[in-house]
């Protein structure tokens, strides 16, 4: 059974900083994309940044490029994703994916975590 586990988020204010983390378990997706979605109240689910399987390559969204940052571990098979500068527009649920696909132009995921909230005050 394929289990992501999210970790990290919590209450910060404005200008500050978090690292998530997501575990994966189940099987490896060192061969897989990877990344990180959000929801924020009353809106649908956005992409927020994606990683390919060899680190090669990196996706953001416009609305967190120069701010996030993601990385991946396949020896550990996790993901992280950086927050430097949060915002309170930030604030949301940010779920962790795996094996993505069309990753430069729709992202879409087979695997998704349950969630971990991120509220930025202002």
């Known amino acids: 059974q394929v289990q992501l586990v999210e970790s990290g988020g919590r209450l910060v204010q404005a200008g500050g900083s978090l690292r998530l983390s997501c575990a994966a378990s189940?099987?490896?997706?060192?061969?897989?994309?990877m990344g990180w979605f959000r929801q924020a109240p009353g809106k649908e689910r956005e992409f927020v940044a994606g990683?390919?399987?060899?680190?090669?390559?990196?996706y953001y969204s416009d609305s967190v490029k120069g701010r996030f940052t993601i990385a991946r571990d396949n020896a550990k098979n996790t993901v992280y994703l950086q927050m430097n500068n949060l915002k309170p527009e930030d604030t949301a649920v940010y779920y962790c994916?795996?094996?993505?696909?069309?990753?430069?132009?729709?992202?879409?995921?087979?695997?998704w975590g349950q969630g971990t909230q991120v509220t930025v005050s202002s």
């Open positions: 994916a795996a094996d993505l696909s069309h990753i430069a132009t729709s992202p879409i995921a087979s695997y």
């Open positions: 189940g099987r490896t997706f060192s061969s897989s994309a």
């Open positions: 990683i390919n399987w060899s680190r090669s390559r990196t």
